[in-house]
């Protein structure tokens, strides 16, 4: 099988790969500029060929009943993403920019694993709970609280990390026993259209259960937020889209599932190694070029010592060059897009008209004119009112901003429209801990722990989501809740 073929870029509609009715788009690596080849361009004609196929699925197939089937599916997806996981290494690092060094985990290995996780809950999850006998209203009544699949889920994701955000969905939406129409983003057809070629060719998941619809048209994903047959939006991108959806949903009630961007604070308590803590800021803002819902984009760091974390977070970003993603050594990639890129190199034109300067960076690396590259970039000299510091950029660009101790650090770690993570570095463990406890996020790291596993729930406050994907509370996500009343 070749994932890179022509083959690996048709929908998935109806357990068939077919062409899309609006011809074909291009799909470019993001670190050369070359078009790849073309994914299926799908129309709203093939959105609702999907939509229908799944809906089908779910109300005149036992798949949402048959827990055993499902369980054993997910874990045949698993295996056979196992099967093909040198594949998928290369289409994602050729397709996403991905460095090769993050397909070991978040990128790709570890979301492949994760469906382990989905299966094992739909397998030991407590479907029915006795709530007791009881007489309410004087009629003695057994009541079961059942819980079951909500229906038809409208998955809509972005490009960052194509495979996490496809699999975390597609896993515990098909192991609660819901069908699924995946509307991955226009940037990275391939990597959805090829997990859709093997569930057609490689397992026994049923025909219409999982349907690929990818397209360069956005309005084709609105479709799926707008169609009564829908009984869920599952989105993962920009606060902006998430807006977008959720008024387009409103028309019909469905449940919306939100997870979307972030600005997120990196807290430096003043007993802490600074410049250590400044040079991991550093190193995990360039990370696949800090195109990362949760990536720590403000360095919150003592007013006293803050030339010292601006010397040591620009030390740490400017040694660090962005590269071929191809290299093992690479931890900085190309950008998306020229799109992307450009919105990045906006808001560093931007920072300079707000006041700030750059300890590192500042534009296109001078050795690189091909490729969507952006140099690690530390602005320095703002306060956390500056737009910098308020809009998510999704580049490699880090902002420094002084704090007057721990009250005024949550102050300003909170003071953003979004909440989505956070970490606080501090040498007492307890005062750390309390400052962590004060963050309005939904996942926060204390001192270097990591909250990124297939059990932990991740998600946001604010205007950072709702919902949250991964954990039992990941799954719960795509469950209705059920009481049934007995007389006796
Ligand atoms: P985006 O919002 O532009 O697009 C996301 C998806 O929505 C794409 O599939 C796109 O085609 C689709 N879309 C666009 N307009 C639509 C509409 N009106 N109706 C329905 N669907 C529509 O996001 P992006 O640029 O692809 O990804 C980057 C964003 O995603 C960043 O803001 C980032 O923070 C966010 N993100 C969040 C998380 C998280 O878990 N919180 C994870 C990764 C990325």
Same mark, same amino acid.
């Given at each position: 099988m070749a994932l890179l073929a022509d083959r690996g870029s048709d929908l998935l509609i109806d357990g068939k790969m077919v062409s899309g009715s609006a011809g074909t788009f291009g799909t470019i690596n993001p670190a050369t500029e070359e078009v790849l080849g073309t994914a299926a361009n799908a129309d709203a004609a093939d959105m609702d060929r999907a939509i229908e196929a799944a809906r089908r699925a779910f109300d005149d197939t036992d798949w949402s009943r048959n827990t055993g089937l499902r369980v054993r599916c997910v874990r045949q997806l698993r295996d056979v993403l196992r099967e093909h996981v040198e594949e998928l290494r290369e289409l994602t690092i050729a397709e996403v920019g991905?460095?090769?060094?993050?397909?070991?985990?978040?990128?790709?290995?570890?979301?492949?694993?994760?469906?382990?996780f989905a299966a094992d809950t739909a397998e030991s999850y407590p479907w029915n709970q006795d709530l007791g006998e009881a007489s309410p209203m004087g009629i003695a009544t057994r009541r079961t609280i059942a819980r079951e699949a909500v229906g038809v889920v409208g998955a809509i994701t972005p490009w960052n990390f194509p495979h996490q955000i496809n699999l975390a969905k597609l896993g515990p939406a098909l192991a609660a026993g819901n069908t699924v129409v995946l509307k991955?983003?226009?940037?990275?057809?391939?990597?959805?259209?090829?997990?859709?070629?093997?569930?057609?060719?490689h397992t026994d998941i049923p025909p219409g259960v999982v349907n690929v619809v990818t397209s360069d048209d956005h309005s084709v994903g609105a479709l799926l937020a707008k169609d009564p047959r829908v009984d869920m939006i599952s989105f993962t991108g920009s606060t902006a889209t998430g807006r977008s959806v959720s008024i387009d949903a409103a028309g019909t009630i469905k449940r919306v599932f939100l997870e979307l961007g972030g600005k997120s604070a990196f807290v430096v308590l003043d007993d802490a190694d600074l410049a250590g803590a400044a040079s991991m800021s550093a190193f995990t803002a360039c990370m696949h070029a800090g195109q990362g819902c949760a990536v720590t984009t403000r360095l919150v760091v003592p007013r006293a010592r803050y030339d010292e974390a601006v010397a040591a977070a620009a030390a740490t970003m400017g040694s660090i060059k962005p590269g071929d993603p191809t290299d093992p050594g690479t931890v900085c990639?190309?950008?998306?897009?020229?799109?992307?890129?450009?919105?990045?190199?906006?808001?560093? =034109?931007?920072?300079?008209?707000?006041?700030? $300067?750059?300890?590192? +960076?500042? &534009?296109?690396? *001078?050795?690189? =004119?091909?490729?969507?590259?952006?140099?690690? $970039?530390?602005?320095? +000299?703002? &306060?956390?009112? *500056?737009?910098?510091a308020r809009e998510e950029i999704f580049g490699p660009v880090l902002t420094v901003i002084a704090h007057d101790g721990d009250d005024d650090a949550v102050r300003i770690a909170n003071d953003s429209p979004y909440g989505l993570s956070g970490t606080v570095f501090g040498a007492d463990p307890a005062r750390a801990a309390a400052v962590a406890a004060r963050l309005r996020v939904g996942t926060v790291n204390v001192n270097g722990g990591v909250w990124y596993s297939a059990d932990a729930p991740f998600g946001g406050y604010k205007q950072s989501g709702n919902g949250r994907e991964m954990g039992v509370a990941g799954f719960e996500e795509y469950l209705e809740t059920k009481v049934i009343a007995e007389a006796i």
């Open positions: 991905a460095p090769r060094m993050l397909t070991a985990s978040a990128q790709l290995e570890g979301p492949i694993d994760d469906l382990g991955p983003a226009p940037d990275t057809p391939w990597c959805a259209a090829a997990v859709g070629q093997l569930i057609a060719e990639g190309p950008l998306i897009s020229a799109r992307q890129r450009d919105r990045v190199q906006s808001y560093l =034109d931007l920072a300079v008209r707000e006041g700030g $300067t750059f300890a590192c +960076g500042g &534009g296109r690396p *001078a050795d690189r =004119d091909t490729g969507f590259f952006i140099e690690p $970039t530390v602005i320095a +000299g703002l &306060g956390n009112d *500056a737009r910098v």
